[in-house]
Structures are given as C-alpha cells and as structure tokens.
C-alpha cells in the first residue's frame, strides 16, 4: 500500500504523518510530498527519514491514496492527475467539497456512498465534521429542522502562520502572519472571506457541508464563525430545534452509544469539554445538553474537538481505514 501525504511538511500534513503511525495504518511506502521549497527535505516516519519530493514525481510513483493538505489550488490542478493514474485522493481543502459527484465524507455518518468509481474524496471543514458528528445520530432520530451555530476556532485553523501570530503576540513582538488584527486577547467574528450576503465563507461551508453530508439539502442552517486566542482545539455553541419532541435522557443515552463522541456533562462538577483537554485526542466531545427552555422541540450543546486530528487528519485517515477494510480500493 503505498500512501502520498501532499503537504507533508505543514501542519495537517504532519498531523497525518502521525495519526498513520499511531493507527497502525499499513503503509508499505511514503511518499511525502511538498511544494518545490520542500523537496530534499526530509520528515521522519516510522522511525525513517524520508526525503520530500515534488508533485510531478509523486503523480509517476502511482500511489493507492494520496492524503492531500496543501490547500485548494494544488488540490484543484493535482487530485485529477492523481486519480487519472489511479490514485485515490483524500483531499482536505474546500476544493471539491461541494461538487455534486464528489462525495463528502464522514465515514461514521455516510462512509457507505463510497465506491471503487470515486477517485477524488472530500475531506469536510474542521468545524462542520465536529458539529455533525454529534448531530447525525440526533437527526436520524428525532429529524432536525434548523440549527443554529456559534464556533469559537483555534489559530492552528489557520495553520503555522496563525500559530506564530498568536506567540509572537504573546511575546510582545508586533505580528500580521495570518489576521487584520491582534488575536491575543482578542476575538475576531471572521473567518475567511466576506461574501455578498455578509456571511462568511467559513460560515457558508458550515451550512453547504452539513446538508450535504446529513443529506437534508434544504436544512435551515444560520452560523456565525469567530476566531479565538486559543491555540489548538475548536468549540461550538450549538442550538438544534427538531421537528419531532426528544427527551433529554434519551438524547445521552444516544450520545453516549454513539462511536467517535465521548458525553462530558456535570456542570455541578464543573465537568464540560474545554480545547486544551481536546488536544491531541481523535473524538469529538459534547456536553452543556440541556432542552432550550426558550423554543419548544430545541435543544443546546456544547461540542469540542481537536481541528488537526478528527478536523482535519484523522478523519482522511479514517477514510482511508474504511476504504481498506470495506476493500472499496479495487487493488486491496
């Protein structure tokens, strides 16, 4: 099974380089991948060092599956001459997400679409594959009919350069790498850019993505995405208003049965989920559940992941893991 990691030096590149490892992800060659500036540099993996090498050469060694993290422009020219040699491609970049033949995938939730036809397969946005994640079994249950959604994101969304800003803040030292304004000790209501209609795109992927991998594309979604000094791990403040009544122990009881979400919730002693418990950790966590008191059939959470791991790298490796053992990939 030979794997390409394109982007393997940045963030969520090296994020894969390791959840492959702390998975046990069969991998009978890397090939690691960067942008020219990269190449004969070398990363470490599975106690080997291995040199970058660029696309070109990368595209004629012809690997299985190639985990793409180097944003929307490389995956755009790169993931078709990947899959036009037979590679599969696991694309982490907005590039493909809402293309109407390429699946979005989840594999807890909608892993099942996948076929031996789908050469490239999109990675959802960090914050949408928290949110659904706690939302799909809730929906199948009781059919959710609007939510709506406040994100407080890390920096490492950004990637290094959001990172450094916040240090570099932190250290006294003045920073523009990545936001129009100070992060430290700031919070910023925008992510990506403005579009005509005054949301953001970060906050249009969160309702583009979540109909479609929830299947409901006329869910009514309203999101409002801010950026926040923390510097890994994402939160989000959830309302979700059914179209049929729920009972709150039943919704734990589901929580608590479903793969992949782990139930933090006594406020009595002071047990929720935080980023900084996050980090590091594949599962997605949820608590403050409580009925909205306000809005019948409604109800509030609170959900916390780690956007590198299950936001980003361990949800393409899972996709691959699910690729392997449903030998969905005609050569396994």
């Given at each position: 099974m030979?794997?390409?990691?394109?982007?393997?030096?940045?963030?969520v590149?090296?994020?894969?380089?390791?959840?492959?490892?702390?998975?046990n992800?069969?991998?009978t060659?890397l090939?690691?991948?960067?942008s020219?500036?990269?190449v004969?540099?070398?990363?470490?993996?599975?106690?080997?060092?291995?040199?970058?090498i660029?696309?070109?050469?990368a595209?004629r060694?012809?690997?299985?599956?190639?985990?793409?993290?180097?944003?929307?422009?490389v995956?755009?020219?790169?993931?078709?001459k990947?899959?036009?040699v037979g590679t599969?491609?696991?694309?982490?970049?907005?590039?493909?997400?809402?293309?109407p033949?390429v699946?979005?995938?989840v594999?807890?939730?909608n892993?099942?679409?996948?076929t031996?036809?789908?050469?490239i397969i999109?990675n959802?946005?960090?914050?949408?594959?928290?949110?659904?994640m706690?939302?799909?079994?809730?929906h199948n249950?009781y059919d959710?009919?609007?939510?709506?959604v406040?994100?407080y994101?890390?920096?490492?969304?950004?990637?290094?350069?959001?990172?450094?800003q916040?240090?570099?803040?932190?250290?006294?030292?003045?920073?523009?790498?990545?936001y129009?304004?100070?992060i430290?000790?700031n919070?910023?209501?925008?992510?990506?850019?403005?579009?005509?209609?005054n949301?953001?795109?970060e906050?249009m992927k969160?309702?583009?993505?979540?109909?479609?991998?929830?299947?409901k594309?006329?869910?009514?979604?309203?999101?409002?995405?801010?950026?926040?000094?923390v510097?890994?791990?994402?939160?989000?403040?959830?309302?979700?208003?059914?179209e049929?009544?729920?009972?709150?122990?039943?919704v734990?009881?589901?929580?608590?049965?479903?793969?992949?979400?782990?139930?933090?919730?006594?406020?009595?002693?002071n047990?929720?989920?935080m980023?900084?418990?996050?980090?590091?950790?594949?599962e997605?966590?949820?608590?403050?559940i409580?009925r909205?008191?306000?809005n019948?059939?409604?109800?509030?959470?609170?959900?916390?992941?780690?956007?590198?791991?299950?936001?980003?790298?361990?949800?393409?490796?899972?996709?691959?893991?699910y690729?392997?053992k449903?030998?969905?990939?005609?050569s396994?």
């Amino acid at each position: 099974m030979k794997i390409a990691v394109v982007g393997a030096t940045g963030l969520v590149g090296s994020t894969m380089l390791k959840v492959l490892e702390e998975r046990n992800f069969v991998v009978t060659e890397l090939i690691a991948v960067a942008s020219e500036n990269s190449v004969g540099k070398e990363i470490s993996f599975q106690n080997k060092k291995i040199k970058v090498i660029g696309l070109e050469d990368a595209v004629r060694l012809r690997p299985d599956i190639a985990l793409f993290s180097a944003g929307a422009k490389v995956s755009k020219e790169w993931a078709p001459k990947f899959a036009a040699v037979g590679t599969t491609v696991i694309d982490n970049s907005s590039c493909w997400r809402m293309e109407p033949n390429v699946p979005l995938i989840v594999p807890e939730i909608n892993g099942d679409i996948l076929t031996a036809a789908d050469k490239i397969i999109a990675n959802p946005n960090c914050s949408t594959i928290q949110m659904v994640m706690v939302l799909n079994p809730l929906h199948n249950k009781y059919d959710i009919k609007r939510i709506v959604v406040s994100t407080y994101q890390s920096v490492s969304g950004t990637g290094a350069k959001g990172v450094k800003q916040l240090m570099h803040e932190r250290e006294g030292i003045k920073s523009n790498e990545a936001y129009p304004h100070q992060i430290d000790l700031n919070c910023l209501p925008h992510i990506d850019s403005f579009l005509e209609n005054n949301y953001t795109k970060e906050e249009m992927k969160m309702v583009n993505e979540t109909r479609k991998i929830l299947r409901k594309p006329a869910l009514n979604i309203s999101a409002t995405c801010v950026r926040v000094p923390v510097q890994g791990g994402h939160s989000e403040s959830v309302n979700i208003e059914f179209e049929n009544d729920f009972d709150v122990k039943e919704v734990f009881e589901i929580l608590n049965h479903t793969a992949g979400v782990i139930v933090e919730d006594n406020p009595s002693q002071n047990i929720y989920p935080m980023p900084i418990n996050a980090k590091g950790k594949d599962e997605v966590f949820v608590g403050r559940i409580r009925r909205d008191f306000s809005n019948p059939q409604t109800l509030n959470c609170w959900i916390v992941s780690d956007n590198l791991r299950k936001g980003a790298a361990t949800n393409a490796v899972q996709i691959a893991e699910y690729l392997v053992k449903h030998k969905v990939i005609e050569s396994i």
